[in-house]
Protein backbone atom coordinates (compact mmCIF):
# COMPACT_ATOMS: atom_id res chain seq x y z
CA UNK A 1 0.00 0.00 0.00
CA UNK A 2 2.60 2.78 0.91
CA UNK A 3 4.34 2.35 -2.38
CA UNK A 4 1.14 3.01 -4.55
CA UNK A 5 0.32 6.48 -6.29
CA UNK A 6 -2.01 8.05 -2.98
CA UNK A 7 -4.84 9.64 -4.70
CA UNK A 8 -7.20 11.93 -2.85
CA UNK A 9 -10.01 13.45 -4.89
CA UNK A 10 -12.35 16.48 -4.12
CA UNK A 11 -15.42 15.94 -6.39
CA UNK A 12 -17.25 12.33 -5.82
CA UNK A 13 -19.18 12.51 -8.94
CA UNK A 14 -19.18 11.07 -12.20
CA UNK A 15 -15.58 10.97 -13.16
CA UNK A 16 -14.52 9.94 -9.57
CA UNK A 17 -17.11 7.74 -10.05
CA UNK A 18 -15.78 6.21 -12.96
CA UNK A 19 -12.54 6.21 -12.40
CA UNK A 20 -13.01 4.24 -8.77
CA UNK A 21 -14.91 1.61 -11.12
CA UNK A 22 -11.38 1.37 -13.50
CA UNK A 23 -9.33 0.72 -11.06
CA UNK A 24 -11.34 -1.91 -9.34
CA UNK A 25 -12.00 -3.79 -13.35
CA UNK A 26 -7.90 -3.13 -14.21
CA UNK A 27 -6.45 -4.95 -10.92
CA UNK A 28 -7.13 -8.10 -14.09
CA UNK A 29 -7.11 -6.41 -17.43
CA UNK A 30 -5.88 -4.28 -19.82
CA UNK A 31 -8.93 -4.21 -22.39
CA UNK A 32 -9.71 -0.41 -23.22
CA UNK A 33 -6.42 0.76 -21.35
CA UNK A 34 -4.81 3.34 -23.41
CA UNK A 35 -1.62 2.80 -21.93
CA UNK A 36 -1.81 -0.40 -19.58
CA UNK A 37 2.11 0.86 -18.09
CA UNK A 38 3.15 4.63 -17.71
CA UNK A 39 6.37 5.39 -16.08
CA UNK A 40 6.34 1.32 -15.06
CA UNK A 41 3.31 1.68 -13.45
CA UNK A 42 -0.06 -0.25 -13.60
CA UNK A 43 -3.14 0.97 -12.08
CA UNK A 44 -2.29 -1.57 -9.83
CA UNK A 45 -0.03 1.03 -8.68
CA UNK A 46 -2.38 3.20 -7.31
CA UNK A 47 -4.83 3.98 -4.88
CA UNK A 48 -7.58 6.47 -3.24
CA UNK A 49 -7.25 7.35 0.17
CA UNK A 50 -9.40 10.27 0.40
CA UNK A 51 -12.54 11.26 -1.29
CA UNK A 52 -14.35 14.76 -0.41
CA UNK A 53 -17.58 16.49 -1.60
CA UNK A 54 -20.53 19.13 -0.32
CA UNK A 55 -23.29 17.53 -1.37
CA UNK A 56 -24.60 16.15 1.89
CA UNK A 57 -26.60 13.31 -0.15
CA UNK A 58 -22.93 12.28 -0.70
CA UNK A 59 -20.83 13.46 2.22
CA UNK A 60 -20.55 10.53 5.00
CA UNK A 61 -21.55 7.52 2.85
CA UNK A 62 -18.61 4.95 1.77
CA UNK A 63 -17.19 4.65 -1.47
CA UNK A 64 -19.42 0.99 -1.79
CA UNK A 65 -22.30 3.03 -1.47
CA UNK A 66 -21.47 4.95 -3.85
CA UNK A 67 -19.65 2.28 -6.10
CA UNK A 68 -21.89 -0.74 -5.49
CA UNK A 69 -19.84 -4.11 -5.39
CA UNK A 70 -16.38 -1.86 -4.86
CA UNK A 71 -14.11 -4.84 -3.42
CA UNK A 72 -11.09 -2.80 -3.60
CA UNK A 73 -8.59 -2.08 -0.67
CA UNK A 74 -10.76 1.59 -0.51
CA UNK A 75 -13.89 0.17 -0.56
CA UNK A 76 -14.62 1.39 2.70
CA UNK A 77 -13.45 4.93 2.45
CA UNK A 78 -16.22 7.38 3.94
CA UNK A 79 -16.58 10.82 2.05
CA UNK A 80 -15.69 13.74 3.79
CA UNK A 81 -16.74 17.22 3.40
CA UNK A 82 -14.57 19.52 1.29
CA UNK A 83 -14.48 23.44 1.42
CA UNK A 84 -17.03 25.40 -0.57
CA UNK A 85 -15.71 29.07 -1.40
CA UNK A 86 -18.40 30.02 -4.22
CA UNK A 87 -21.72 30.13 -4.41
CA UNK A 88 -22.99 26.70 -3.96
CA UNK A 89 -24.12 24.86 -7.28
CA UNK A 90 -27.91 25.04 -8.32
CA UNK A 91 -28.15 21.32 -8.33
CA UNK A 92 -27.26 20.88 -5.13
CA UNK A 93 -28.56 23.85 -3.52
CA UNK A 94 -32.26 22.20 -5.23
CA UNK A 95 -31.40 18.72 -3.99
CA UNK A 96 -30.93 19.98 -0.34
CA UNK A 97 -28.15 20.80 2.21
CA UNK A 98 -24.35 21.02 1.82
CA UNK A 99 -21.64 20.10 3.84
CA UNK A 100 -18.82 22.19 4.16
CA UNK A 101 -16.06 22.61 6.79
CA UNK A 102 -13.62 25.16 6.97
CA UNK A 103 -9.82 25.62 5.09
CA UNK A 104 -8.20 24.27 8.21
CA UNK A 105 -10.27 21.46 8.90
CA UNK A 106 -9.75 20.17 5.51
CA UNK A 107 -6.45 20.47 5.36
CA UNK A 108 -6.02 19.06 8.75
CA UNK A 109 -7.67 15.97 7.06
CA UNK A 110 -6.38 16.15 3.77
CA UNK A 111 -3.03 15.81 5.72
CA UNK A 112 -3.97 13.02 7.69
CA UNK A 113 -3.85 10.62 4.55
CA UNK A 114 -0.38 11.98 3.35
CA UNK A 115 -1.73 11.90 -0.26
CA UNK A 116 0.40 12.21 -3.36
CA UNK A 117 -1.96 14.04 -5.40
CA UNK A 118 -4.93 16.05 -4.92
CA UNK A 119 -7.43 15.41 -7.93
CA UNK A 120 -9.41 18.17 -8.71
CA UNK A 121 -12.70 17.11 -9.82
CA UNK A 122 -15.70 19.25 -8.31
CA UNK A 123 -18.23 20.80 -10.51
CA UNK A 124 -17.50 23.49 -13.42
CA UNK A 125 -17.85 27.17 -12.36
CA UNK A 126 -16.79 27.06 -8.92
CA UNK A 127 -13.19 28.81 -9.36
CA UNK A 128 -12.64 30.44 -6.08
CA UNK A 129 -12.66 26.98 -4.69
CA UNK A 130 -10.74 25.54 -7.08
CA UNK A 131 -7.88 27.68 -5.93
CA UNK A 132 -8.43 27.18 -2.65
CA UNK A 133 -7.96 23.23 -3.26
CA UNK A 134 -4.75 23.96 -4.60
CA UNK A 135 -3.63 26.02 -1.87
CA UNK A 136 -4.66 23.31 0.55
CA UNK A 137 -2.35 21.33 -1.80
CA UNK A 138 0.11 23.44 -1.27
CA UNK A 139 0.04 23.74 2.35
CA UNK A 140 -0.33 19.66 3.07
CA UNK A 141 2.63 19.08 0.66
CA UNK A 142 1.18 17.02 -2.56
CA UNK A 143 1.08 17.69 -5.85
CA UNK A 144 -2.09 19.11 -7.23
CA UNK A 145 -4.46 17.80 -10.47
CA UNK A 146 -6.92 20.55 -11.69
CA UNK A 147 -9.70 18.78 -13.80
CA UNK A 148 -11.51 22.10 -14.07
CA UNK A 149 -11.35 24.67 -16.53
CA UNK A 150 -10.55 27.21 -13.26
CA UNK A 151 -7.10 28.81 -14.00
CA UNK A 152 -5.32 27.50 -11.13
CA UNK A 153 -1.34 27.34 -13.32
CA UNK A 154 -0.02 30.39 -13.33
CA UNK A 155 4.19 31.27 -12.84
CA UNK A 156 3.72 31.83 -9.69
CA UNK A 157 1.35 28.80 -8.41
CA UNK A 158 4.00 27.01 -10.44
CA UNK A 159 7.06 28.75 -8.34
CA UNK A 160 5.80 27.56 -5.34
CA UNK A 161 4.65 24.33 -5.99
CA UNK A 162 7.98 23.07 -7.39
CA UNK A 163 10.16 25.44 -4.60
CA UNK A 164 8.36 22.50 -2.52
CA UNK A 165 9.49 19.41 -4.80
CA UNK A 166 5.74 19.30 -6.33
CA UNK A 167 3.76 19.46 -9.33
CA UNK A 168 0.42 20.95 -10.19
CA UNK A 169 -1.01 19.97 -13.45
CA UNK A 170 -4.16 21.35 -15.40
CA UNK A 171 -5.81 23.22 -16.52
CA UNK A 172 -9.09 21.83 -18.05
CA UNK A 173 -8.53 17.82 -18.32
CA UNK A 174 -8.91 16.94 -22.05
CA UNK A 175 -10.77 13.88 -22.71
CA UNK A 176 -9.26 11.14 -24.45
CA UNK A 177 -11.08 11.03 -27.49
CA UNK A 178 -13.85 14.13 -27.15
CA UNK A 179 -14.69 17.03 -28.49
CA UNK A 180 -11.77 18.65 -28.73
CA UNK A 181 -9.42 16.43 -29.38
CA UNK A 182 -11.49 15.15 -32.15
CA UNK A 183 -11.61 18.12 -33.48
CA UNK A 184 -8.30 19.31 -32.74
CA UNK A 185 -6.83 15.47 -34.54
CA UNK A 186 -9.24 16.68 -37.75
CA UNK A 187 -7.61 19.93 -38.55
CA UNK A 188 -4.27 18.40 -37.78
CA UNK A 189 -4.64 15.34 -40.41
CA UNK A 190 -6.47 18.09 -42.95
CA UNK A 191 -3.35 20.58 -42.95
CA UNK A 192 -0.96 17.68 -42.71
CA UNK A 193 -2.62 16.64 -46.36
CA UNK A 194 -2.24 20.57 -47.63
CA UNK A 195 -5.62 21.15 -46.75
CA UNK A 196 -6.32 25.02 -45.82
CA UNK A 197 -9.09 24.42 -43.28
CA UNK A 198 -10.98 28.09 -43.26
CA UNK A 199 -14.23 27.82 -41.04
CA UNK A 200 -15.08 25.61 -38.73
CA UNK A 201 -17.67 24.99 -35.47
CA UNK A 202 -18.15 22.01 -32.77
CA UNK A 203 -21.61 22.37 -31.18
CA UNK A 204 -21.74 20.25 -27.88
CA UNK A 205 -24.91 18.53 -26.63
CA UNK A 206 -24.50 16.48 -23.07
CA UNK A 207 -26.94 14.84 -20.50
CA UNK A 208 -25.08 14.71 -17.03
CA UNK A 209 -24.81 17.41 -14.47
CA UNK A 210 -21.52 18.85 -15.56
CA UNK A 211 -22.82 20.17 -19.04
CA UNK A 212 -26.02 21.17 -17.04
CA UNK A 213 -23.29 23.51 -14.57
CA UNK A 214 -21.79 24.52 -17.76
CA UNK A 215 -24.75 26.10 -19.45
CA UNK A 216 -24.29 28.83 -16.58
CA UNK A 217 -23.27 32.14 -19.01
CA UNK A 218 -19.35 33.07 -17.43
CA UNK A 219 -18.04 28.73 -17.58
CA UNK A 220 -20.05 28.16 -20.86
CA UNK A 221 -17.74 31.70 -21.98
CA UNK A 222 -14.87 30.49 -20.49
CA UNK A 223 -14.93 26.63 -21.92
CA UNK A 224 -15.70 28.17 -25.52
CA UNK A 225 -12.72 30.35 -25.22
CA UNK A 226 -10.67 27.34 -23.97
CA UNK A 227 -11.71 24.69 -26.68
CA UNK A 228 -11.42 27.34 -29.61
CA UNK A 229 -8.04 28.35 -28.77
CA UNK A 230 -6.78 25.04 -28.18
CA UNK A 231 -8.40 24.18 -31.78
CA UNK A 232 -6.62 26.72 -33.53
CA UNK A 233 -3.26 25.75 -32.70
CA UNK A 234 -3.57 23.12 -35.20
CA UNK A 235 -3.70 25.40 -38.24
CA UNK A 236 -1.14 27.26 -39.56
CA UNK A 237 -3.12 30.04 -40.83
CA UNK A 238 -5.66 31.10 -38.67
CA UNK A 239 -9.27 30.29 -39.60
CA UNK A 240 -13.00 31.17 -38.03
CA UNK A 241 -13.80 28.78 -35.76
CA UNK A 242 -16.39 28.50 -32.83
CA UNK A 243 -16.11 25.72 -29.69
CA UNK A 244 -18.15 25.45 -26.95
CA UNK A 245 -20.45 23.35 -24.54
CA UNK A 246 -24.06 24.58 -26.24
CA UNK A 247 -26.95 22.70 -25.14
CA UNK A 248 -27.52 20.41 -22.31
CA UNK A 249 -30.51 18.18 -22.96
CA UNK A 250 -30.70 15.13 -20.22
CA UNK A 251 -32.02 12.63 -22.54
CA UNK A 252 -28.64 12.47 -23.42
CA UNK A 253 -27.32 11.13 -19.87
CA UNK A 254 -23.41 10.67 -19.40
CA UNK A 255 -23.50 10.79 -23.56
CA UNK A 256 -21.74 14.05 -25.15
CA UNK A 257 -22.72 14.69 -28.95
CA UNK A 258 -20.35 16.59 -30.44
CA UNK A 259 -21.66 17.93 -33.96
CA UNK A 260 -18.96 19.80 -36.11
CA UNK A 261 -19.04 21.14 -39.56
CA UNK A 262 -15.60 22.49 -41.47
CA UNK A 263 -15.13 24.36 -44.80
CA UNK A 264 -11.72 23.97 -46.47
CA UNK A 265 -10.21 24.69 -49.33
CA UNK A 266 -7.93 22.16 -51.78
CA UNK A 267 -6.42 22.53 -55.05
CA UNK A 268 -7.14 25.40 -57.38
CA UNK A 269 -9.40 26.38 -54.05
CA UNK A 270 -12.02 23.72 -54.66
CA UNK A 271 -13.71 23.47 -52.21
CA UNK A 272 -14.30 20.79 -49.19
CA UNK A 273 -17.50 20.68 -46.41
CA UNK A 274 -17.62 17.97 -43.58
CA UNK A 275 -20.87 17.51 -41.93
CA UNK A 276 -19.59 15.05 -38.71
CA UNK A 277 -21.00 13.55 -35.83
CA UNK A 278 -19.49 12.15 -32.43
CA UNK A 279 -20.89 10.13 -29.92
CA UNK A 280 -19.48 9.62 -26.91
CA UNK A 281 -19.70 8.67 -23.37
CA UNK A 282 -18.50 11.92 -21.02
CA UNK A 283 -17.09 9.85 -17.80
CA UNK A 284 -15.05 7.68 -19.08
CA UNK A 285 -13.92 9.48 -22.16
CA UNK A 286 -11.30 11.42 -18.85
CA UNK A 287 -10.07 8.17 -16.98
CA UNK A 288 -7.51 7.18 -19.26
CA UNK A 289 -5.82 10.40 -19.43
CA UNK A 290 -6.07 10.82 -15.65
CA UNK A 291 -4.41 7.31 -14.85
CA UNK A 292 -1.52 8.35 -17.47
CA UNK A 293 -0.84 11.98 -16.12
CA UNK A 294 -0.81 10.28 -12.36
CA UNK A 295 1.37 7.71 -12.77
CA UNK A 296 3.47 9.80 -15.19
CA UNK A 297 3.68 12.78 -12.68
CA UNK A 298 4.56 10.08 -9.56
CA UNK A 299 7.63 8.90 -12.39
CA UNK A 300 8.88 12.44 -12.51
CA UNK A 301 8.53 13.03 -8.46
CA UNK A 302 10.33 10.10 -7.59
CA UNK A 303 13.05 10.83 -10.35
CA UNK A 304 13.10 15.12 -9.32
CA UNK A 305 12.35 15.86 -12.98
CA UNK A 306 10.00 18.49 -12.19
CA UNK A 307 10.61 20.55 -15.06
CA UNK A 308 9.43 18.04 -17.77
CA UNK A 309 5.67 18.48 -15.84
CA UNK A 310 4.55 20.59 -18.98
CA UNK A 311 5.02 17.23 -20.83
CA UNK A 312 2.18 16.05 -19.22
CA UNK A 313 -0.18 18.98 -18.96
CA UNK A 314 0.19 19.73 -22.63
CA UNK A 315 -0.75 15.89 -23.17
CA UNK A 316 -3.71 16.08 -20.41
CA UNK A 317 -5.47 19.31 -20.19
CA UNK A 318 -6.88 21.58 -22.74
CA UNK A 319 -5.48 25.23 -21.43
CA UNK A 320 -1.97 24.14 -20.50
CA UNK A 321 1.08 26.39 -19.89
CA UNK A 322 2.48 25.08 -23.29
CA UNK A 323 0.14 24.89 -26.00
CA UNK A 324 1.85 22.23 -28.75
CA UNK A 325 0.18 20.25 -31.05
CA UNK A 326 -1.76 17.31 -30.18
CA UNK A 327 0.59 15.04 -32.23
CA UNK A 328 3.41 15.93 -30.89
CA UNK A 329 1.87 16.04 -27.19
CA UNK A 330 0.75 12.46 -27.71
CA UNK A 331 4.20 11.90 -28.83
CA UNK A 332 6.51 13.84 -26.30
CA UNK A 333 4.31 11.88 -23.53
CA UNK A 334 4.63 8.50 -25.00
CA UNK A 335 8.64 9.13 -25.50
CA UNK A 336 8.98 10.12 -21.91
CA UNK A 337 6.72 7.89 -20.09
CA UNK A 338 5.66 4.59 -22.15
CA UNK A 339 7.80 1.29 -23.06
CA UNK A 340 6.66 0.09 -25.73
CA UNK A 341 8.29 -3.69 -24.56
CA UNK A 342 6.43 -3.25 -21.50
CA UNK A 343 3.02 -3.37 -23.37
CA UNK A 344 1.85 -6.61 -23.36
N1 LIG B 1 -14.49 13.84 -19.69
C1 LIG B 1 -14.80 14.45 -18.59
O1 LIG B 1 -15.53 13.90 -17.81
C2 LIG B 1 -14.25 15.81 -18.28
C3 LIG B 1 -13.49 16.46 -19.25
C4 LIG B 1 -13.02 17.73 -18.97
C5 LIG B 1 -13.26 18.32 -17.74
N2 LIG B 1 -13.99 17.67 -16.81
C6 LIG B 1 -14.26 18.35 -15.54
O2 LIG B 1 -14.16 17.49 -14.42
C7 LIG B 1 -15.05 17.96 -13.39
C8 LIG B 1 -15.89 16.81 -12.87
O3 LIG B 1 -16.74 16.30 -13.88
P1 LIG B 1 -17.94 15.31 -13.46
O4 LIG B 1 -18.60 14.89 -14.73
O5 LIG B 1 -17.46 14.28 -12.52
O6 LIG B 1 -18.91 16.33 -12.70
P2 LIG B 1 -20.11 15.97 -11.68
O7 LIG B 1 -21.04 17.11 -11.73
O8 LIG B 1 -20.66 14.61 -11.97
O9 LIG B 1 -19.39 15.88 -10.26
C9 LIG B 1 -18.88 16.98 -9.57
C10 LIG B 1 -18.90 16.64 -8.09
O10 LIG B 1 -18.25 17.70 -7.38
C11 LIG B 1 -18.98 17.93 -6.19
N3 LIG B 1 -18.64 19.24 -5.67
C12 LIG B 1 -19.16 20.45 -5.97
N4 LIG B 1 -18.55 21.41 -5.24
C13 LIG B 1 -17.61 20.79 -4.48
C14 LIG B 1 -16.67 21.24 -3.52
N5 LIG B 1 -16.56 22.53 -3.21
N6 LIG B 1 -15.87 20.32 -2.93
C15 LIG B 1 -15.97 19.01 -3.22
N7 LIG B 1 -16.86 18.52 -4.10
C16 LIG B 1 -17.66 19.40 -4.73
C17 LIG B 1 -20.44 17.77 -6.62
O11 LIG B 1 -21.29 17.59 -5.51
C18 LIG B 1 -20.31 16.52 -7.49
O12 LIG B 1 -20.40 15.37 -6.71
C19 LIG B 1 -15.87 19.10 -14.01
O13 LIG B 1 -15.35 20.35 -13.62
C20 LIG B 1 -15.69 18.86 -15.49
O14 LIG B 1 -15.84 20.03 -16.27
C21 LIG B 1 -14.49 16.43 -17.05
Known amino acids: MSDKI ?18 EFYKNSIEGLWH ?42 VIQPGIMSDTVPFHINQNGQTRSVSYEEFVKSLKSVRPDFLVNVISSGLDKTSEKYAQAALDVGCSFFNATSAKTITENT ?3 FEAKGLMILGDDLMSQFGGTAFH ?9 RGITVQKAYQLDVGGNQDTMNTMAE ?23 STAGTTEYAEQLGDSRVSYYWMEAKGFLGSA ?20 DSLRAAKGLLNRKELV ?16 RHIRECIKSFEDEFVSRKLIS
Open 6 to 23: KIAVAGSGNVTLTLIKGL
Open 36 to 77: PKVADMTLNDMTIVAVFDIDSAKVGKKIVQAVPGCKSDFADI
Open 158 to 160: RKL
Open 184 to 192: RGMIDFMTS
Open 218 to 240: ETRERKRNIKTESIAIESPSPFR
Open 272 to 291: IEMDLALRTSDSTNGCNVIV
Open 308 to 323: KSDIISSYAFKNPPKK
